[in-house]
């Protein structure tokens, strides 16, 4: 039975930043450069959490009109070959039908969707692996249960205190990252295993 990789969707398979910040300036909003998203919740020191939260909705209800990142659909494919993929996203749970158009549409490969303000209960579910997210806190919380926690280097994480988790460049980075640290390694510890059975 395969073991379980939790991939989020925000910033990790597409630019959901971007989105924001059109959804925000067509509103009247200012909105932060990437740079300036120096945490998670920059976004709510220039547009107070309540109408920031009605954007977020909105984007979510509307991702179909954008594209995944170029490597998303070749990383999941990998992914799924390997683990079972839950595809998780920290949203309003009623844009779950959206998401999981916007999966199909664009040939994302999945195993399970889950969709809340707490990824984090997925956390203990047994064979639970890989975390692959952009929060900190999503990350630092995959790391406290014994996940091997993943990211895409984003200004909101790069700079977290105590970081002892990894970022990277790109989704291939990643995949590289588990083809090397993590699935060499199992696929060693198989052969040494079996070679024990047979003595």
Known sequence: MK?????DVDETLWGFNDALRDCAISHGYPFPTMEQCTHWNSVYEFIPKPEAIKLFDEVHDNQCQYAPFPDARGFLRFMRKHFYVIIASHRNPNSLMELTRWLKINDLPYDGIHVSFDKSS???TPRARIVIDDRDETLRKGMDAGLVALG???PWNQNSKD???LLFESLREIQRYIEKNILSIEGEMNVINVGFLRV
Do not use: K, N
């Not at 073991?3 to 991939?7: D, E, F, K, L």
């Open 152 to 154: 895409l280097r984003r």
């Open 163 to 165: 970081r002892d988790y």
């Open 122 to 124: 997925l956390f203990t």
């Open 3 to 7: 073991q379980t990789a939790i991939v």
